[in-house]
């Protein structure tokens, strides 16, 4: 009996751990970026160096039922040993600001909810702009505006090869990625189980993402994957940048 509720057990742990990438490939509506691969650049580029006024424009939509949820525009106003980006939804009004330091790593994230602010800065983007690079990164995190707990924040960035992408914006070159933070603690105490994903596809040209697109999901106490709680399942699409 001992060793039929220890195996019921371990089978309740791996399926915990498998199961949140599985179930979603067969949810989402939202068409998937179409892209053409392209081969390796000899020496990898440059990302554009940030300077005030440098501007991107993006429709944020919601990848289950193609909805146009908000056009955000995210605007360089200071640069030096912090870089700050101010936000704002044609919506939503007055976003959180994203701040970078250096360039590239973001000390401010406001991309997921609630918006967060790491203890020690942590990649945007890949460290090295080639195919097949990969970083995990730990760290741990504050809620904006309430900096009396932190929680631990885990980071997996994977560069998986050049595509060429299209978006109103125009056509362009780009490295996709993708980012998982697998099993992060949330500040909802209430969660007992948390996992993000998304694929980004970059452009070095414009120094940000042209497509971003993005879940989460969560459990309570009790549930399976097969029944976890989504968060926003959005996509970023570039509309216009400067």
Not at 185 to 190: K, L, M, R, V
Request: net charge negative.
């Amino acid at each position: 009996m001992a060793t039929q509720l220890l195996q019921i057990s371990t089978l309740r742990r791996f399926l915990l751990l498998l199961s949140p990438a599985v179930l979603v490939a067969c949810i989402s509506s939202q068409p998937y970026p179409a892209s053409t691969p392209l081969p390796q650049p000899i020496n990898p580029p440059k990302v554009r160096a940030p300077q005030v006024g440098q501007q991107w424009v993006y429709n944020v939509r919601n990848v289950f039922n193609q909805e146009l949820v908000d056009v955000v525009t995210e605007k360089v106003v200071s640069v030096g040993p912090q870089i700050r980006i101010e936000r704002s939804g044609l919506k939503a009004g007055q976003l959180p600001d994203e701040i970078q330091q250096p360039w590239g790593y973001v000390l401010q994230d406001p991309h997921w909810n609630p918006p967060q602010k790491f203890l020690q800065p942590i990649p945007l983007w890949p460290e090295q702009l080639v195919p097949g690079w990969s970083g995990f990164y730990r760290d741990r995190y504050q809620v904006v505006d309430y900096p009396d707990n932190d929680y631990y924040w885990g980071l997996n960035i994977a560069a998986l090869g050049w595509e060429g992408i299209s978006a109103p914006a125009g056509q362009f070159p780009v490295l996709k990625y993708q980012n998982e933070a697998p099993f992060f603690t949330s500040n909802d105490f209430s969660r007992v189980a948390n996992y993000r994903q998304e694929d980004v596809w970059f452009s070095p040209e414009i120094g940000r993402w042209v497509i971003r697109r993005g879940y989460g999901r969560y459990l309570w106490a009790g549930m399976f994957w097969n029944d976890a709680l989504w968060e926003d399942h959005l996509e970023w699409e570039l509309a216009s940048w400067k």
